[in-house]
């Protein structure tokens, strides 16, 4: 008999031999049915595979990220087999599971293929997953594996054999089709009722340009078919939201080509709304005992020499800026740490003074590869909402605390409601690889778990999950579609005192490292306003949007008035503008609806001889008319956050 411990801690006894889907039918037929691999002292494996040990089991279902990625890794494996049926001597690359979905890298040869060849791989995917076709296991060698690919004609595979060590090649057949993998899969392909192909795109072998170029088909499947026709209104609402599109329509963001790539200019409309947030949360953080600072956008090599990222990054980011004095360097910066670490070291510092937090809107600048970059949220260069807290060890806690109530303001003020916290901590198993004192971390980890806990926060600790310099709290928040972003983080850092050899005076008057904490509750102004945009589609709360009214005269003649409308509600806590074309109300309206600005103040004979405006609300309709000193009231309390 062997004991297997379930995650509730529960033991039970088998026969050594058992499968992870006997031990759920042992718990319950529905449980079951829907098993669709296991995690077996930490690895996730096929359902049918036998376990000969002790050992710990995690049974996994669709619920379950493993699920997910085994069900999808597996629909690539139905779709390779698909395309051999349909399309003989096709040869296959890798085909993994991704974020959503899979995709599959394959060589048609000669045959032309585009994406009107998806109807019949997809009716074919579901012809063959009705077969119900078991996912088979077979460990083979090595030689037999070379052998067995070279008889097929897949070069592909036979390169990918010549990495792996020989007594650890496994093949899985379903159906017709063998592939080289090493698992784990679904039971079988029955599980897969609605299938999509997305997408198809080149894709060099080993992503290597001076190789062959292949076919990358994607695609998604489902255990459902109304899961996947949710799935698919879903994409079809992101594209309609896509920040991209939106950042163009509204005018708030663009990018040349000519000043470089992801390198964002903000139109006059974008800045207004980030000018917004940033003064949204400096005055959140003046509240919070933060004081702003300003440092430049360069630092000379050695502040990078002493901070460890010169000989992290150097190589791989923006290249060093030289002066015309010989061996002179500078660099652009990368993070703000460094330099709020040297303003700490402006004078000495006592354990009454702490904690010391700096805060700075400040832009940095990271090279990312150009295929990475994308619209506001993937840059080379962009803004953190960044602040760096100096404090004793003891005020670890305290801070967290500060910290949290800081970041879920910003997120209730903006709309953010689903959120949750990822506590990193280190490996316990390993705790050489991380710096700073073994009391130190556990203080430190402590404190974030009290601090998170008596902030009722939603929390998940993932163990190992630490820089090796701190641990760490992640925000994640799902937006309106379902979507998870990551966007605030409070990190410890035990690295960058002890680089700086930063100091303060402790009460028994010896010198002691203060702990820093980098916090950014948006993470960055540009990924922020991203995930804001297509959050709330572009409708931004009134507070924050860049013109909240549009005086629309009806004609010409009314054109004097409503100049005097505006003139007498632009002030400092709203902002309008006036649409003076030449056009037809009707189109004055639309256009206005389509740039989303929330009222429109329509003004013609009626209101002008009254002395008042029509009132129409973006999405919402008439409301009437009243007199411009009625709507400003209604407007001034409707943008008091
Ligand atoms: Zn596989
Ligand atoms: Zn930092």
Known sequence: MIKITLPDGSIREYEAGITPYQIALSISEGLARNVLAAEVDGQVWDSSRSIEADSHVRLITWNDKEGKSTFWHSSAHLMAEALEALYPGTKFGIGPAIETGFYYDVDFGDREFSSDNFKEIENK?????????????????????????????????????????????????????????????????????????????????RGDENRKQLTRIYGVTYPKQSELADYLKMIEEAKKRDHRKLGKELELFTFSEKVGMGLPMWLPKGTALREKLVQFLQRAQVKSGYEQVITPHIGHKNLYVTSGHYEKYGADSFQPIKTPQEGEEFFLKPMNCPHHCELYKFKPRSYKDLPVRFAEFGTVYRYEQSGELHGLTRVRGFTQDDAHLFCRPDQVKEEFKKVIDLVLYVFNALGFNDYTAQVSLRDPENKTKYIGTDENWALAEAAIIEAAAEKGLPTVVELGEAAFYGPKLDFMVKDALGRRWQLGTIQVDYNLPERFE???????????????????????????????????????????????????????????????????LNNSDIRGLIDLRDEKIGRKIRDAEIKKIPYMLIIGEKEMSEGLVSVRKHGEGDLGSMTAEAFEKQLITEVTV
């Open 502 to 568: 930063l100091e303060y005076t402790g009460s028994d008057n010896q010198k002691h490292r203060p702990v820093m904490i980098h916090r950014a509750p948006f993470g960055s102004l540009e990924r922020f306003v991203a995930v804001l945009i297509e959050h709330c589609a572009g409708n931004f709360p009134l507070w924050l949007t860049p013109d909240q009214f549009i005086v629309l005269p009806i004609s010409e003649k009314y054109e004097d008035y409503a100049k005097k409308v505006l003139e007498s």
């Open 125 to 205: 995917m579901l012809e063959l997953a009705k077969k119900k076709s078991v996912f088979e296991r077979k460990p083979i060698s090595k030689a037999d594996a070379v052998s067995f690919f070279t008889d097929k004609g897949d070069e592909y595979k036979l390169d990918l054999i010549k990495d792996l060590p020989d007594g650890s090649i496994t093949l899985y057949t379903q159906g017709d089709f063998t592939d080289l993998c090493r698992g784990p899969h679904i039971p079988n392909t029955g599980f897969i009722k609605a299938v999509k192909l997305m997408n198809v795109a080149g894709a060099y072998w």
